[in-house]
Nanobody, 125 residues
Framework: QKQLVESGGGLVQPGGSLRLSCTASGFTLEHFGVGWFRQAPGKEREFVASISWSGGPAYADSVKGRFTISRDNSKNTVALQMNSLKAEDTAVYYC???????????????????WGQGTQVTVSS
């Protein structure tokens, strides 16, 4: 069964940190870009970060300098380290794999095919 599974979400106080993981089973992430998106209640899904097949990262302005995306092809996993969390980071976080291999990184959800079920991140005191 082909699936992406996110983990690592939870409740954290403002200023705290969380590390999300995205693990693929049934298919490889190795030659594909992977993105993280988030969706808060009543809002559209938005781009957070992505990492190209060759390891090049890209970030939304709202998370730049606070979040770090990385990949471990040997584990078929992409991680999102989130530091200095703010209340406005509260959302369901999704990871997704780009449709085309060896492509440049993308911020458009339409460029991604496989999606995980999401993991809730809540930043609150």
């Amino acid at each position: 069964q082909k699936q992406l599974v996110e983990s690592g979400g939870g409740l954290v106080q403002p200023g705290g940190s969380l590390r999300l993981s995205c693990t693929a089973s049934g298919f490889t992430l190795e030659h594909f870009g992977v993105g993280w998106f988030r969706q808060a209640p009543g809002k559209e899904r938005e781009f957070v970060a992505s990492i190209s097949w060759s390891g090049g990262p890209a970030y939304a302005d709202s998370v730049k300098g606070r979040f770090t995306i990385s990949r471990d092809n040997s584990k078929n996993t992409v991680a999102l380290q989130m530091n200095s969390l703010k209340a406005e980071d509260t959302a369901v976080y999704y990871c997704a794999r780009q449709n085309r291999p060896y492509g440049s990184t993308s911020r458009s959800p339409g460029e991604y095919g496989y999606w995980g079920q999401g993991t809730q991140v809540t930043v609150s005191s």
